[in-house]
């Protein structure tokens, strides 16, 4: 038996903490004291963020990042320092991806971060797309000149070394070597690495110069055996990113101009994030004979003939935790999903520096125990910190689960529990209160329904925001036309808009491009998933259509 | 019940799959295309790679990382590839030592690849320990000039950025940032990172321009804070290395010439190869209040007082992995400590191409389901490679135990095993042969077995191979003499020495480095476990002996 009572729980557990304050306008400082004290001056919101996601969305990102502990901006231009709680979560991200990449057949390894400078030069389309903004290392010391440290002219390298920006062309050359014969084939291939491009704006996650992402490498006999590949990889993204992330993802193949420098084919996962725009979350890439060609890359068929492999590549990086905070973050901060929280449940006992606590943490560290041998990751917060200030601090992060022990929740054996995904009942907090066993007995279900609660939210956002009917230039230049001239910080929640179009390359595709831009828009995809074509026009050309795309704002 | 056969099995088996070959003359020719066909030629050794220990060690060395497909060097100077099973011990003792890090109570973190010169130069002797070999990052674009690429002078970088050799500098500035009480004490963070030094004359996995690594980096209120927590890291390394990759090791202190750029004390663990060189596989370093002090990281003491931290830092890289290569390796290749081995158990199907197959293939998966739902690491090889040359493969990669399945065992319901700790009686393979109901029952225990055994024959070596009793430096020099003049290649096992020194600091210690250095002899640390020096000299000085160090030739 569970009651659910729907109170201001939290704001009068404060004051059982700070007795001294118990008028109404003191509760107001003492909300503001605990809350504010993050977040930086009263909040008109009542939320636990100084800014709300409707105000400022950009403002509020960044607040989430900072006031969830989640990562700050470094001295050095463009790159993050991650800190704890975002670690944790990139670790449980990576662990749930890994997995599923040596599921289905791959092999982790490790290649060396440089690139020697000659071997982007190899693959025309890839110097075009990533001759421009990398890291070039030209020395490889420095020398005391006057007490000064300077570059010593002496260890100038004879060949610029890049910072990796993507690793296609230090893993075929490996390729080169490793493929002989057909019984090599398919070679599977990933790694899980940094890599740095000389971002101009960054923002953290969505955009630094340094990211850390896992990259597959693939090798195959030909295009069909390849195709699967960058499908099947395609899809455990997909699969991945709903089940795990519980972010729900449109797949699809990108329009000519977006694919990868190299590739024939680029297909995405395209998720929606809370202010109506698409972030790209992962690709997945069918890079035909080009790298082979460039590199060498062939083997002897059974029949004894040198044939050129077909090659695949496909990555997804810390920017899917951009994708979270936007998918799931609320305005007391973010909210994450259980099966990547580096803690699930968070137990905060209400320490008041009496004899009292021993009694107290021992009950905290009993249930922790009993849920650790259930295998969900718990903590119980001993930091010297008041315990509304731990309390709202891991509503901030997002721990999935928040249970506040009292004295007389030890007294009564019962378990008091917030769940972040379900925090408030208007402006109030909403605790569940029953016995420790029957919690404990639920937690993984509970944990399980919070999975699927966040995912649902999402899923619900997306497949409502997906407008169709729009049949001209015109009317979808007018659709999205309101919040043109606003600032990004205002742009109104428009969603995403389904066309149809003919799917013209070339200068015919650019000019597309072009008139998308001055509205600040994008082609995101063409969804693998579409209704029948038959009959439509392209909204851009006026020719007979080929398929439908996506058209929305985007990260 | 079992039984043991000692047989030149693997022999007979080679000419099961080849039937053609029967004359002694082909056994041999057929053993040689088996071994040969990787290592390289016709080995007198009779064992799998082209090289023995003892013919050359360091050569023997490379034949392991290469036939055991541990690693590779990569067209960027001093960088290598890291393969798919050298990269699996990696992870796992990732897994183990992570484990060991979070349960001590740091947190992971990420800080930026790249350190601003400005950050390198503030404190003066870690300026004057890394500021020499390090790669310099000047420009951050490349263009297109007729046609080639080369570096944009518009883009160079206004301060050069450094990869970094080690991130004491810009954690620094982030603790600086986080510090502000007594309360925020202690800080304890730790980084699974690649890191970057212009190493000259490089070796696969032990020394490298790039190498992976953990680097622990806490700040404290005083002193002995931050010496139990150098002290406590030290112990987990001995304990992780003793345990996880079986690797007996001395812990103690170096010299002050041979001190962490900026420490007051460093600790080492140092293992002995099979040559008798020593590895220091693991430092960690008590920092004093230099790097808080140039670096500004203070915090206000219970009294309200600001007050300088005392830092640590610790680390151990992929540089472990050549320790278990030169502490495990045998003539066949490597030999893996179940605890690190990716797989622990490798079934190889002696398939023939005949309808026979799909039963074999059949009983090797459900031995693999049983032992897997043991937690055991296990893999089916059904690669298309004859299973002779599969089952040569994993001796050199050095799989724990390799079952080999062929018709007779699926007939009567036995396995038939060797233990990679104990392939061979002089120079035949050593198999077993047991039900498999017994060999799953008893699996999990003989990988336990092996791991000991492999401890046992290390440590058996170390303790037999310290040298006492020596107490001038003639006597010395002449105990290391004999290996003098010869090469790397051909140096005589000499083990380690322990001598009675004064511990002197300075001129004095500089010039003992020096007589040391012509002899290739390094002092590797003072064993925090030793005996009373009571009434010895010094063998360097002839002055009154204050503790024992180890004397060693080393990596």
Same mark, same amino acid.
Request: contains cysteine.
């Given at each position: 038996m569970e009651s659910v009572r729907h109170s201001s729980f939290l704001f009068d557990r404060i004051f059982c903490d700070e007795p001294a304050s118990t008028s109404s306008e003191n509760a107001l400082e003492g909300f503001d004291w605990h809350i504010g004290v993050v977040a930086g001056g009263w909040?008109?919101?009542?939320?636990? *963020?100084?800014?709300?996601?409707?105000?400022?969305?950009?403002?509020w990102y960044q607040a989430v990042v900072r006031?969830?502990?989640?990562?700050? &901006?470094?001295?050095?231009? %463009?790159?993050?320092?991650?800190?704890?709680?975002?670690?944790?979560?990139?670790?449980? !991200?990576?662990?749930? @991806?890994?997995?599923?990449?040596?599921? &289905?057949?791959?092999?982790?390894?490790?290649?060396?971060?440089?690139?020697?400078?000659?071997?982007?030069?190899?693959?025309?389309?890839?110097?075009?797309?990533?001759?421009?903004?990398?890291a070039v290392v030209t020395h490889h010391r420095l020398k005391n000149e006057d007490g000064k440290l300077v570059l010593d002219p002496d260890a100038k390298l004879e060949e610029p070394l890049i910072v990796r920006p993507t690793s296609e062309t230090i893993i075929g050359d490996a390729f080169q070597r490793w493929v002989k014969s057909y019984r090599d084939l398919p070679l599977l291939i990933n790694q899980w690495a940094n890599v740095v491009r000389w971002e101009m704006r960054t923002r953290l996650f969505l955009r630094t110069a340094e990211f850390l992402w896992q990259e597959g490498h693939t090798a195959h006999a030909d295009r069909d055996d390849a195709m699967d590949e960058t499908l099947r990889m395609l899809e455990v993204y997909r699969e991945f990113a709903e089940n795990v992330l519980a972010m729900p993802v449109v797949?699809?193949? $990108?329009?000519?101009?977006?694919?990868?420098?190299? /590739? +024939?084919?680029?297909?995405?996962?395209?998720?929606?994030?809370?202010?109506?725009?698409?972030?790209? /979350?992962?690709?997945?890439?069918? @890079?035909? &004979?080009?790298?082979?060609?460039?590199?060498?890359?062939?083997?002897?068929?059974?029949?004894?003939?040198?044939?050129?492999?077909?090659?695949?590549?496909?990555?997804?990086?810390?920017?899917?935790?951009?994708?979270?905070?936007?998918?799931?973050?609320?305005?007391?901060? @973010?909210?994450?999903?259980?099966?990547?929280?580096?803690?699930?449940?968070?137990? !905060?006992?209400? @320490?008041? +520096?009496?004899?009292? +606590?021993?009694? *107290?943490?021992?009950?905290?560290?009993? *249930?922790?125990?009993? *849920?650790? /041998? $259930?295998?969900?990751?718990?903590?119980?917060?001993? $930091?010297?910190? $008041?315990?509304?200030?731990?309390?709202?601090?891991?509503?901030?992060? %997002?721990?999935?689960v928040i249970v506040e022990v009292g004295g007389r929740d030890v007294a009564s054996g019962n378990v008091t529990y917030m769940r972040r995904d379900r925090l408030r009942d208007g402006d109030k907090v909403v605790s569940t209160t029953m016995a420790k066993g029957e919690f404990v007995a639920g937690a993984a279900a509970l944990l399980d329904d919070i999975q699927a609660t966040l995912f649902a939210q999402a899923k619900a956002r997306l497949d409502g925001n997906i407008i169709s009917g729009i049949e001209t230039f015109d009317a979808l230049a007018g659709y999205f036309g309101a919040a043109q001239a606003d600032d990004d910080a205002a742009t109104a929640f428009k969603g995403w808009v389904r066309v149809a179009w003919s799917k013209p390359e070339g200068a015919a595709l650019d000019a597309i491009d072009d008139r998308l831009k001055a509205l600040k828009l994008t082609i995101r995809n063409a969804p693998l998933d579409q209704p029948a074509i038959d009959g439509q026009t392209c909204v851009f050309t006026g020719e007979s259509a080929k398929q439908f795309v996506l058209i929305a704002r985007a990260y």
């Open positions: 909040s008109m919101s009542k939320r636990a *963020l100084s800014v709300t996601r409707e105000e400022n969305f950009p403002e006031d969830g502990d989640m990562a700050e &901006t470094s001295p050095v231009r %463009g790159c993050m320092i991650i800190k704890p709680w975002g670690w944790g979560i990139w670790e449980r !991200v990576q662990a749930e @991806l890994d997995s599923r990449i040596k599921d &289905t057949g791959h092999d982790n390894c490790y290649f060396p971060l440089f690139i020697p400078m000659s071997f982007i030069a190899k693959e025309a389309e890839h110097v075009e797309g990533f001759a421009k903004e990398m797949t699809g193949e $990108k329009p000519a101009n977006e694919r990868f420098p190299g /590739a +024939d084919n680029t297909y995405s996962i395209e998720a929606m994030m809370q202010d109506g725009k698409a972030l790209q /979350a992962g690709t997945s890439h069918y @890079l035909g &004979t080009h790298f082979a060609e460039a590199q060498n890359i062939q083997y002897q068929s059974a029949e004894g003939q040198l044939t050129y492999c077909h090659t695949t590549s496909w990555g997804v990086s810390t920017r899917l935790i951009g994708g979270v905070i936007m998918t799931h973050g609320d305005d007391d901060g @973010l909210r994450v999903p259980p099966k990547i929280a580096p803690r699930q449940i968070v137990i !905060v006992p209400m @320490l008041r +520096d009496k004899p009292e +606590d021993d009694a *107290l943490v021992a009950f905290c560290t009993d *249930l922790e125990k009993e *849920l650790k /041998a $259930k295998g969900i990751r718990t903590l119980v917060d001993l $930091k010297q910190l $008041k315990s509304a200030e731990k309390r709202w601090n891991w509503v901030r992060r %997002g721990a999935p």
